[in-house]
């Protein structure tokens, strides 16, 4: 498993020394190009690559709804996806809640249909950048469109595109009272995994049970990428704590019995 954590370019030091695998970057912070010299010039500087991204959309670029501008859009993607690239991106995680929901009174039909035509053209235009698109089911306090691993692999079914793949957030999930099961279900469409404990803090810190939720991971036969999404108290500390309480969780799993 690689392990990866959310955060900025200034924290990538204390990543690499206490062990993790890469950095994952919002992608709102590749729009503009001063700030994104100062990201690659820092990047170049470490042995860790930004492996993936979130934040994929700021939240006044509408992918649903009345306001959806698809030039827009298309100058925006079109300007960040090559420099994930340069970053040696892998993965770009399409949350976005604001940008994805559904404005009362709007058909939802008519939502899905946007939705479909955004991650295709998304898909399509990252896999000219051997990126892959891993679409993040949200809970409902979040966005009402998209909620669970079972409709977010429907979407990237329906788009059919083999780089356009599904985000599972262990938080999004167990808010939303998804069965850990979906991980198996759905395991031929998963890229991606965020990850997050009781009240979205690190790994380890909570009532989240991991063991069970690496049993689905391990029964989906996924040995890819999980990034840590939450909060800290002390980003040093917690950091390191987090990263042990996963390879020891993980490591439990993986000598365990067969799934």
Known sequence: MRWGCCTTVDNLALLEDVG?????????SLADREQYDKIKTAVD?????VEAFNVLLPSDIKVVGPEVD??????????????AEELGGKVVVFGSGRSRRVPEGFPQEKAREQVVDFVKFLGEFAGRHDLV??????RQAECNLLNYVGEAAELAEAVNLEQVAVTAD???????????????TY????AHFHLADTGRKWPGSGQYDYLTFFRQVKGAGYDGRMSLECSFDDF?????TALAFLRDTWQTVLEQDSF
């Open 70 to 83: 698809w030039d827009e859009i298309s100058g925006y993607v079109k300007a960040v996806l090559p420099r």
């Open 45 to 49: 500087k470490s042995k860790l690559r």
């Open 20 to 28: 993790y695998d890469y950095l994952e970057l919002t992608m709102v």
């Open 133 to 138: 698109i891993g679409i993040e089911p949200l």
């Open 236 to 240: 040093a500390s917690n950091i390191k």
């Open 187 to 190: 395991r031929d469409r998963l």
């Open 170 to 184: 262990y938080y999004h999930m167990t808010e939303g009272d998804e069965p850990l099961e979906n991980i198996v």
